[in-house]
C-alpha cells in the first residue's frame, strides 16, 4: 500500500511569490491533516480535513494561506504571497478515522520550503 | 489555548545509556501518541496510551501516562544508535480534535 506523498519535496522561492504545495493521503483516509514545522520547534497544526469538508482550519496563519481538498482525495495548500516567516518544513498526515478519537496519523515526507 | 511542552530539547547519550523524554500538557488529554522522527525522515506512530496512568512497553521503550493525564514521558533503556532521531508526544484534549505536538526531543547516540 503505498504511503502518503507530497510534492514537490523541496521548493525555494522569493518573497512575495506563490507556492502550492500538494498531498495524496493514503487512499480511503477521510481524514486529512496539514501541519507545520520550523526548525527545532513544534509540529504546528495547520488544518484539519474530513473528507472534502474543512473540519478545524484553526491552525491557519493568516489568509495567505489557501487549502483545498477537492473531491476528498489529494489536497493542495497555496501560500500566496509567500513571506520570510513561511519558510519550513510543511507536513501532511492522514488518518482513516478521527485522530482525535485516538487513531494513528500517517505522514507524508514533508515540503522544505525556504523563502528567501 | 492547549499547550504540550516537552523537554529535554536534546540529549547526548553514550550507547548502552538510558534516555527520557518528558511531555507535559497544560489541560487534560484524553489520550497521548508518540512519535519518532528520523534525521531527514518523517514522523513515525510509536504509540498511543488513553488511560490514567497507562504504562506500556516496546522492547526497550517504556511509555508512561501520568494519573492527571497531564504528562507523559519516554524511557529508552540501553540505548542504540537506532535510536537516534527525534521523538515527539503529541496529546489531544477532551474538548475536542485537534491533537498538539510538543517540540521534540531530539537523541544523539555516540557509539
Known amino acids: 500500500e503505498a504511503g502518503v506523498t507530497q510534492f514537490p519535496s523541496h521548493s525555494v522561492i522569493e518573497k512575495g511569490q506563490t507556492v502550492t504545495l500538494r498531498c495524496d493521503p493514503i487512499?480511503?483516509?477521510?481524514?486529512l491533516y496539514w501541519y507545520r514545522r520550523v526548525m527545532g520547534k513544534e509540529i504546528k497544526f495547520l488544518l484539519h480535513?474530513?473528507?472534502?469538508?474543512?473540519?478545524?482550519e484553526s491552525g491557519m496563519p493568516n489568509n495567505r494561506f489557501l487549502a483545498e481538498r477537492t473531491g476528498g482525495t489529494y489536497s493542495t495548500l497555496k501560500v500566496q504571497p509567500a513571506e520570510l516567516e513561511d519558510s519550513g518544513v510543511y507536513f501532511c498526515?492522514?488518518?482513516?478515522?478521527?485522530?482525535?478519537?485516538?487513531?494513528?496519523?500517517?505522514f507524508g515526507p514533508g515540503t522544505r520550503l525556504t523563502v528567501l | 489555548g492547549q499547550q504540550v511542552m516537552q523537554i529535554p530539547q536534546y540529549q547526548h547519550v553514550q550507547e548502552g545509556e538510558d534516555f527520557t523524554t518528558y511531555c507535559n500538557s497544560s489541560?487534560?488529554?484524553?489520550?497521548i501518541q508518540w512519535y519518532k522522527q528520523r534525521p531527514g525522515g518523517h514522523p513515525v506512530f510509536l504509540i498511543q496510551?488513553?488511560?490514567?496512568?497507562e504504562v506500556k512497553k516496546q522492547k526497550r521503550l517504556t511509555f508512561q501516562f501520568g494519573e492527571a493525564k497531564k504528562n507523559s514521558s519516554l524511557h529508552i533503556t540501553a540505548t542504540q544508535t537506532t535510536d537516534v532521531g527525534t521523538y515527539f508526544c503529541?496529546?489531544?484534549?477532551?474538548?475536542?480534535?485537534?491533537?498538539?505536538f510538543g517540540a521534540g526531543t531530539r537523541l544523539f547516540v555516540k557509539a
Open positions: 496510551l488513553v488511560k490514567s496512568g
Open positions: 489541560t487534560t488529554l484524553s489520550n
Open positions: 480535513f474530513v473528507k472534502e469538508s474543512k473540519q478545524d
Open positions: 503529541a496529546g489531544r484534549g477532551t474538548g475536542g480534535f485537534k491533537t498538539i
Open positions: 498526515a492522514s488518518s482513516p478515522r478521527l485522530a482525535g478519537a485516538g487513531n494513528e496519523q500517517f
Open positions: 487512499s480511503g483516509h477521510d481524514n
